[in-house]
C-alpha cells in the first residue's frame, strides 16, 4: 500500500525563509552601529559641556 503523502516533501521554517533570518542577523548588526554611533555623539556633547566649564574658569572677578 503506497503512503498518500508520500509526494510531499517536509521543510523546515529555516529552509524555507532563509531571507527572514539573514534580514534579523543583519538587525542584530544594525543596532549596535546605531548603538556606538550614539554614545558617540552623547560622550562628545557632555565632552564639549565639562570642557567649556573648565576652560571659561570662574566669572564675575
Known sequence: ???KFSE???NTWKEIEQV???M???QGLLSIVVSVILFIIVFSTVMNTML???LEGPKGR
Do not use: A, H, P, W
Open 8 to 10: 510531499y516533501k517536509i
Open 24 to 26: 534579523l542577523e543583519r
Open 1 to 3: 500500500m503506497k503512503n
Open 52 to 54: 567649556m566649564v573648565v
Open 20 to 22: 527572514i533570518i539573514q
